[in-house]
């Protein structure tokens, strides 16, 4: 008897972890990277509010494709940013709406960033955003420049847009909207 209640034990053991095992394989391959992610440079809209010193000296557009190519890379077996994004894949093209921050860096107010974009494949529409990002400068804010604080911005709403490429929706909202 105690030797049927050991064998049925080992069996729920191996059992558990099959199913354990399975699980994490099952996990693995659903979340692998797949596919090519083109983001053309970031361009300003016409309303942006973005001053021609921010334009010209903060390099916004560059940043922003940068981080969230950092935060993309797993997601995609290539991300091409700037000119070289060009081909076949899924192309998301962003727009600077709105950038609140002039001269004077953390003493001339508080900074933010807002941005929509748009995730195509081919002529289909897979995913839409807007997102918004503020900052004061954080530790030692009064010493940093403006182009400083708003890069700060920039880089957390890389992230917001990487998180949201794992799962492309319609309409999201993402960081402080």
Avoid: H, Y
Wanted: proline share 3%; aromatic share 8%.
């Amino acid at each position: 008897m105690l030797q049927r209640v050991w064998l049925g034990s080992l069996k729920n053991t191996l059992l558990l972890r099959s199913a354990f095992a399975g699980g994490l394989f099952l996990f693995a391959t659903t979340t692998q990277a797949t596919g090519v992610l083109n983001i053309p440079t970031p361009t300003f809209s016409a309303s942006s509010g973005a001053n021609d010193n921010v334009k010209s000296e903060c390099e916004l557009p560059q940043k922003l494709s940068t981080f969230i190519k950092e935060n993309a890379t797993g997601s995609f077996d290539e991300v091409k940013v700037g000119d070289a994004a060009i081909g076949a894949g899924r192309t998301l093209k962003i727009e600077f709406t709105n950038v609140l921050g002039v001269g004077g860096g953390a003493w001339s107010g508080p900074k933010s960033v807002t941005i929509q974009g748009t995730l195509t494949e081919g002529d289909k529409v897979v995913g839409t955003f807007l997102g918004r990002r503020t900052s004061t400068g954080g530790a030692f804010g009064g010493f940093k420049g403006t182009c400083a604080i708003i890069g700060r911005c920039v880089k957390t709403l890389g992230s917001d847009v990487g998180k949201w490429l794992k799962n492309p929706s319609v309409d999201a909202k993402l960081g402080e909207m």
